[in-house]
Every structure is written in structure tokens, then in C-alpha cells.
């Protein structure tokens, strides 16, 4: 049985474009696949740790090769048991609104808290080697308009931090013009929705 991760980026909730496609992924997933474990992260009500004093000086701490103090330990744990649901999960799934052409700031305060070496990547000479290798991770991108492909930091942000956790397998679902009016938002939420379902049987 495997386990999916769904880390919700929308404050909109109700009125989410991002979240209407990503539960219609989620009612077809299940049905097709009720044994597995979804776990939900909602970036706007999950606690995360400010990246200064005791958190800040725990990542350093690492880098350097410094033994962590007792308090930098349980920074670090708490930034460690975040992380630890990335690791976790077989497949992600993401669903997110374009905000000034880039991601909404808690979904990358997120992303820093859990971006860390030796709980999400390792790097040595060599290189960067991401540590989530072999998940599968579906990112779900809703935008207001339709932006041109320089203005995108959206899906170009996602595409560079999955390849820096070492995830290979991406799949992207775009729901366009939601700020088009009813008309335009309603067509293309539909033709997210049956893209979203369609996948889920492949996911
Ligand atoms: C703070 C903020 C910034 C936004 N910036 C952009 C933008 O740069 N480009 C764009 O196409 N839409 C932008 N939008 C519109 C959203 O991308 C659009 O409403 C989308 O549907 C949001 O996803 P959601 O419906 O899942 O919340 C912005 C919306 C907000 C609230």
C-alpha cells in the first residue's frame, strides 16, 4: 500500500482552483486505490518553524560539521519530523495558485524548512543528490492568467526543487485564466478536472 502526500497551498478553499482539481484527483485516486494513505499538509494551518535562531543555527551547524546544541537539536527535529512526511510518502501531489508569477509564500517557507542536507538531499563534491529518488509527484498550477513562459516562476521554481530532492517523475496539470470570468474559469477547471481524473489511474 502506498502512502501520497498532499501538500494544499490555497488559502481560497471553497473558491480554490487548485483544490477543486486536485479533489477531483483525490475522489478518482481513491476509488482507485482504497488501501492507500493520503496525508494532507495544509501550509495555512500546519505549524512551521521561523528559519532564524535555533532553527537557523541548526542547519549551519550541520553544514559545518558542528556538534548541535541541546536547543539547535530540537530545532532541527521539529524541522526533521516535517521532512519526514516527504520521505514518507511514495507519490506528491501539490496543488498551487500562481502569486506574482512565482508560489505563495508559505508553500516556499515550507519548502525551506524541509529543503535540507541529509533529510531531503546530501551533497558532496560531486554534487547535489537529491533523497527522494523513485516518488512519483503531480503539481496541480493555477493561474489567473495565461503567462508567458519568461514570467513563469511557478512551474519553473517546482520543476528546479524536484530535481533538487532528486523527484524525476513530475506530471503538471495547468488550470488557466480563473480570473477570465465564470465562463472561461468554469471550462478550464472542467478540462483540469477530467485531465486530473484521467491521471489518477496512471498515478
Ligand atoms: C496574491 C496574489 C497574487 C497573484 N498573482 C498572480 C500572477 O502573478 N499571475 C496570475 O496569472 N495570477 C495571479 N493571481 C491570481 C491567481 O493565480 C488565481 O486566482 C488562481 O486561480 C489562484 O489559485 P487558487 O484558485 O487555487 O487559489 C494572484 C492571486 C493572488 C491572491
Known sequence: MATLLYVESSPRKRRSASIEVAQAFLAAYRRLHPGDTIDTLDVWTTPMPEFDGSTLDAKY??????????????????????????????????????????????????????????????????????????????????RGVEPAPDWDHQRGYMDLWFKMVGVTDVANIFVEKTLYGPDVDGASRAAAKAEAEALAARF
Not at 519530523?81 to 511514495?90: E, I, K, M, N, Q
Not at 529543503?115 to 537529491?130: C, I, V
Open 61 to 142: 551547524a550541520g553544514l559545518t560539521g558542528v556538534e548541535r546544541t541541546p536547543e539547535q537539536a530540537a530545532a532541527w527535529a521539529r524541522l526533521g519530523a516535517l521532512a519526514g512526511r516527504f520521505r514518507a510518502a511514495d507519490k506528491l501531489l501539490f496543488s498551487i495558485p500562481m502569486w506574482n508569477f512565482a508560489i505563495p509564500y508559505k508553500l516556499k517557507h515550507l519548502i525551506d524548512v524541509v529543503s535540507q542536507k541529509d533529510l531531503l538531499f546530501t551533497f558532496d563534491e560531486r554534487g547535489l543528490n537529491g533523497l527522494l529518488g523513485g516518488k512519483k509527484a503531480l503539481a496541480i498550477l493555477a
